[in-house]
């Protein structure tokens, strides 16, 4: 009776970690599409299972799992080999939660703006819109992420030649799809003042700072045709 009943119980339990260690391929799988192709179907399963031991899910929300797959990746020694992995990651995550971000409450307007001065565009303070996010990596996540796109069927992906080719990433939900942008130093520097709530006069100074010619007007037709730029809750 008693071995029995012990052995039913072991095979329940062996059949519920083999369904989690499948959650934890499958979600990770739906947030890190690139990350499976550059490891392959079979690595990305043992990532996944690794992972998942050393970061269980503390929130009953799935989408939630990978938050913590760049940093897994940094300290892990099986993929130590490829630097790069953990900025492909990080581009990967910021796509995934910007699909799920809010709506911005109060986006900017090219007629709000045009009303103006140049006074108050300079005290003007501006919050990106929720799914934006800015990224910074020392390798080319950007041009790796952008090489697994839009593939035909069987067709070989095709990495970039430099890998560890620093890259300034902005990360925007005009409409509804994520899209991963490349930017310049300077516009990266103004983007991150207005995102930690400094005026847009502060962004412009950054900016200055990296570029002297650095497209005022430009940049601003850019971002509103972006969304990007909410009104800064009073």
């Known amino acids: 009776g008693f ?5 039913s119980g072991l095979r329940r339990f062996a059949r519920y970690r083999g369904n989690l260690v499948a959650t934890w391929e499958k979600t990770l799988a739906g947030a890190y599409p690139v990350m499976q192709a550059l490891v392959g179907d079979e690595f990305f399963a043992a990532l996944a299972c690794a992972y998942g031991h050393a970061h269980p899910s503390d929130s009953g929300d799935l989408n939630q799992f990978g938050h913590d797959f760049a ?5 892990f020694p099986h993929v130590a080999q490829y630097p790069y992995f953990p900025a492909v990651a990080q ?12 709506d911005p409450l109060n986006l900017v307007s090219p007629v709000q703006l045009a009303a103006l001065t140049p006074e108050q565009l300079e ?26 796109q839009d593939l035909e069927a069987g067709q070989e ?17 005009p409409l509804w799809k994520p899209q991963a942008l490349a930017l310049s130093a300077a516009a990266h520097a103004a983007l991150a003042c207005l995102a930690a709530g400094q005026s ?12 002297e010619n650095f497209d ?3 940049h601003l037709q850019h971002w509103l045709s972006l969304n990007l730029l909410q009104m800064a809750p009073v």
């Not at 940093?71 to 300290?75: D, I, V, W, Y």
């Open 3 to 7: 071995s029995g009943a012990q052995e």
């Open 71 to 75: 940093h897994f990746l940094r300290e």
């Open 91 to 102: 581009l990967e995550w910021a796509l995934h939660t910007a699909f799920y971000a809010p």
């Open 123 to 148: 005290l003007a303070c501006f919050a990106l819109h929720p799914a934006a996010s800015l990224l910074a990596a020392d390798h080319a996540m950007l041009a790796i992420w952008q090489a697994h």
């Open 157 to 173: 992906v095709v990495l970039p030649a430099v890998l560890n080719q620093a890259a300034l990433v902005l990360v925007c939900r």
């Open 200 to 211: 847009f006069g502060v962004a412009l100074d950054a900016a200055f700072e990296l570029d």
């Open 216 to 218: 005022v007007s430009g």
